[in-house]
C-alpha cells in the first residue's frame, strides 16, 4: 500500500523567515496530495493541495511543490507568522480506494517572535 | 455553512464500559471516515462510508470498535468494552466524490476519548 513520509518531525523557525516541510511517497500512481494544518484542540484543515498534472501551487504565502519523478512534495510557507506555528500534515490517496488518504506523520511547527 | 460537527468534545469512561462517539457531516457530502489521533500521532484511518456502498472497515483495531451510518448522514462509532489504549481522538471527516479521487476531505474537531 501507499506509504508517506513527512519530514522533519519538528520545526522551529524566526518570525519572517520560510519554512520547508517534505513528504516522500511511495505509489507512483497517486495524483492528489493535499496538505493538512491542525491547530490544537481542533481539527485538521485543509490549506493547499495540488494534482499530479501541476507542479507547483501558490496560495498568497504557501506554495507546494512536486516531483513526480522523485516522488516526494514540499510545504513552502514564506514569511512566517505566530498564527502559522501548528502541525502540518500531508497526504497521498491510498492505491486500493482513491477516495482515502494516507497522512504522513506530521510537523510541529513553530513560529519564534 | 455549518462544516462537520462532532460530539461530545470530551468523553471520559472507566474501562470496561461501552462509548458512542457521533459525527454530522457535511450536508450533501456521501462520503464519511473516522481516523484515530493518538497523542503526537498522525491519522490512523478507522472506516470509511461511501453512499448505499458496504463501508470500508478495513482500519478498525478491533472487533470491539464498529461503526454504522445511518440514512446516508449522521454516523455513530462505538467502541465497547474500552481500553486505555482506546484514549485518544476521534476524528470525523466528510467528502464529497470525485471521479478518479482527490476529494478534500473536511474534518469535525474531534472527540477526546480517555479510558480511566
Known amino acids: 500500500g501507499e506509504n508517506v513520509e513527512q519530514h522533519p518531525s519538528t520545526l522551529s523557525v524566526q518570525e519572517g523567515d520560510s519554512a520547508v516541510i517534505k513528504c516522500t511517497y511511495s505509489?507512483?500512481?497517486?495524483?492528489?496530495f493535499p496538505w493538512y494544518k491542525q491547530e490544537l484542540g481542533k481539527g485538521p484543515q485543509l490549506i493547499i493541495d495540488?494534482?499530479?498534472?501541476?507542479g507547483e501551487k501558490k496560495d498568497q504565502r504557501i506554495a507546494v511543490t512536486l516531483n513526480k519523478t522523485a516522488k516526494h512534495f514540499s510545504l513552502h510557507i514564506t514569511e512566517t507568522q505566530p498564527e502559522d506555528s501548528a502541525v502540518y500534515f500531508c497526504?497521498?490517496?491510498?492505491?486500493?480506494?482513491?477516495?482515502?488518504?494516507?497522512f504522513g506523520q506530521g510537523t510541529r511547527l513553530t513560529i519564534n517572535p | 455553512g455549518a462544516g462537520v460537527s462532532q460530539s461530545p468534545s470530551n468523553k471520559v469512561t472507566e474501562k470496561g464500559k461501552d462509548v458512542e462517539l457521533r459525527c454530522d457531516p457535511i450536508?450533501?457530502?456521501?462520503?464519511l471516515y473516522w481516523y484515530r489521533q493518538s497523542l503526537g500521532q498522525g491519522l490512523e484511518f478507522l472506516i470509511y462510508?461511501?453512499?448505499?456502498?458496504?463501508?470500508?472497515k478495513s482500519g478498525l483495531p478491533s472487533d470491539r470498535f464498529s461503526a454504522e451510518r445511518t440514512g446516508g448522514s449522521v454516523s455513530t462509532l462505538t467502541i465497547q468494552r474500552t481500553q486505555q489504549e482506546d484514549s485518544a481522538v476521534y476524528l470525523c471527516?466528510?467528502?464529497?466524490?470525485?471521479?478518479?479521487?482527490?476529494?478534500?476531505?473536511?474534518f469535525g474537531p474531534g472527540t477526546r476519548l480517555t479510558v480511566l
Open positions: 462510508f461511501q453512499g448505499n456502498s458496504a463501508p470500508d
Open positions: 471527516a466528510s467528502s464529497l466524490v470525485v471521479r478518479g479521487g482527490g476529494n478534500t476531505q473536511y
Open positions: 495540488i494534482r499530479s498534472n501541476v
Open positions: 505509489d507512483s500512481a497517486s495524483n492528489y
Open positions: 450536508s450533501g457530502h456521501t462520503a
Open positions: 497526504a497521498a490517496p491510498r492505491p486500493q480506494g482513491a477516495q482515502k488518504l494516507v
